[in-house]
Antibody, heavy 119, light 107 residues
Framework: EVQLVQSGAEVKKPGESLKMSCKGSGYSFSSYWIVWVRQMPGKGLEWMGTIYPGDSDTRYSPSFQGQVTMSADKSISTAYVQWSSLKASDTAMYYC????????????WGQGTLVTVSS | DIQMTQSPSSLSASVGDRVTITCRASQGIRNDLSWYQQKPGKAPKRLIFAASSLQSGVPSRFSGSGSGTEFTLSIGSLQPEDFAAYYCLQHNSYPITFGQGTRLEIK
């Protein structure tokens, strides 16, 4: 069974750093891409970027370029997204999603990680 | 960038009704479109891929159609568990883009 399990909820202060994870199982992790999606409170879904764990090649949304860093460790089937300095506007639910190729249809979703940034 | 215009943004319907949600792409995307359902407090779930292919395990009352720039998601004979938010997504070109979403509510 394909599963993406994300790290737990986080409460942070503005200016703090964060690295969240997404661990894949039930499939060949390095053969599929991982998409990251943001959902701000009460809002729709936004594509943040996509990473290919096979070689860590990454494409970022212009809205998130320079704001986050995506990475992956295929040896432990885990993808990451990190922030060096959080803002209150980063408060959101974040999802990872498996994708079959750069242009394939995203299929399986993680359960989401809720990030709350507040002073 | 390809813009995905989804309509309506909200919809009230009754159990047993048939409803249709539309996504229009700002340029042709072949059939590189998926539909997702999201229930409150839950992660989205894929319903349709390649514009019209039903995801395994999804009830047959869900159907998708379209190609190029105009796409529809239809739900025949609404069930109580279908009241949720629905999103389209295009993966034809980068940046990947979602529709704004449709909130389907019980009348």
């Amino acid at each position: 069974e394909v599963q993406l399990v994300q790290s737990g909820a986080e409460v942070k202060k503005p200016g703090e750093s964060l690295k969240m994870s997404c661990k894949g199982s039930g499939y060949s992790f390095s053969s599929y891409w991982i998409v990251w999606v943001r959902q701000m409170p009460g809002k729709g879904l936004e594509w943040m970027g996509t990473i290919y764990p096979g070689d860590s090649d990454t494409r970022y949304s212009p809205s998130f370029q320079g704001q986050v860093t995506m990475s992956a460790d295929k040896s432990i089937s885990t993808a990451y997204v990190q922030w060096s300095s959080l803002k209150a506007s980063d408060t959101a639910m974040y999802y990872c999603v498996r994708q079959s190729g750069w242009y394939g249809p995203p299929d399986y979703w993680g359960q989401g990680t809720l990030v709350t940034v507040s002073s | 960038d390809i813009q995905m215009t989804q309509s309506p943004s909200s919809l009230s319907a009754s159990v047993g009704d048939r409803v249709t949600i539309t996504c229009r792409a700002s340029q042709g995307i072949r059939n590189d479109l998926s539909w997702y359902q999201q229930k409150p407090g839950k992660a989205p779930k894929r319903l349709i891929f390649a514009a019209s292919s039903l995801q395994s395990g999804v009830p047959s009352r869900f159907s998708g159609s379209g190609s190029g720039t105009e796409f529809t998601l239809s739900i025949g004979s609404l069930q109580p568990e279908d009241f949720a938010a629905y999103y389209c997504l295009q993966h034809n070109s980068y940046p990947i883009t979602f529709g704004q979403g449709t909130r389907l509510e019980i009348k």
